[in-house]
T-cell receptor, first 113, second 111 residues
Framework: NAGVTQTPKFRVLKTGQSMTLLCAQD?????MYWYRQDPGMGLRLIHY???????AKGEVPDGYNVSRLKKQNFLLGLESAAPSQTSVYFC????????????FGAGSRLTVL | EDKVVQSPLSLVVHEGDTVTLNCSYE??????LLWYKQEKKAPTFLFML????IEKKSGRLSSILDKKELFSILNITATQTGDSAVYLC???????????FGTGTKLQVIP
């Protein structure tokens, strides 16, 4: 089972460039999430989705956009990258509405110069 | 604002030692406390605790929740080098609501 797959695993961007991170899950999960992880800050929720076609803002949504056109995919976009967006990004999914036991992807390390 | 605080931030122990990791939480409409282990990549689920005083156990790892004191501990006995990781706890209100993660405890087990 692939579980949750993120692409790309690494990316270096220049300030102002745009990019999209792709998350794909093969577990038929309804709920999907994008987190960022920074030293000393823990995992912080960027955006999440409770089903195909729906998205919502998390704790730190500014500078990011998301789309969930298909149930298995959740895309995170950076329209104009900033150095403050240098981070490790994790996608996660959850198939249960009653408890948020998350299955995480392997992470995508993004560096913005 | 919801908050989860873990202590210590890091610790180094020798193989065979027993360690206790701490997690305190303030989470509105709290439903459960989650523990994850993060090695080099993705966090992996360890335990979900919903009831006070009931220990959950998996091999050498165990965890318990105190809902009165808003506190949980994760114990690891007879530590091995493979236990080296960052251990994350998270407060979960359940449903669609946001899970709040602590910053983690970095455990290093040396031979």
């Amino acid at each position: 089972n692939a579980g949750v797959t993120q692409t790309p695993k690494f990316r270096v961007l220049k300030t102002g460039q745009s990019m999209t991170l792709l998350c794909a899950q093969d577990m038929n999960h309804e709920y999907m999430y994008w987190y960022r992880q920074d030293p000393g800050m823990g995992l912080r929720l960027i955006h999440y989705s409770v089903g195909e076609g729906t998205t919502a803002k998390g704790e730190v949504p500014d500078g990011y956009n998301v789309s969930r056109l298909k149930k298995q995919n959740f895309l995170l976009g950076l329209e104009s990258a900033a150095p403050s967006q240098t981070s490790v990004y994790f996608c996660a999914s959850n198939g249960e509405s009653g408890a948020n036991v998350l299955t995480f992807g392997a992470g995508s390390r993004l560096t913005v110069l | 604002e919801d908050k989860v605080v873990q202590s210590p931030l890091s610790l180094v122990v020798h193989e065979g030692d027993t360690v206790t990791l701490n997690c305190s939480y303030e989470v509105t409409n709290f439903r459960s406390l989650l523990w994850y282990k993060q090695e080099k990549k993705a966090p992996t689920f360890l335990f979900m605790l919903t009831s006070s005083g009931i220990e959950k156990k998996s091999g050498r790892l165990s965890s318990i929740l105190d809902k009165k004191e808003l506190f949980s501990i994760l114990n690891i006995t007879a530590t091995q080098t493979g236990d080296s990781a960052v251990y994350l706890c998270a407060g979960d209100p359940g449903g669609y609501q946001k899970v709040t993660f602590g910053t983690g405890t970095k455990l290093q087990v040396i031979p």
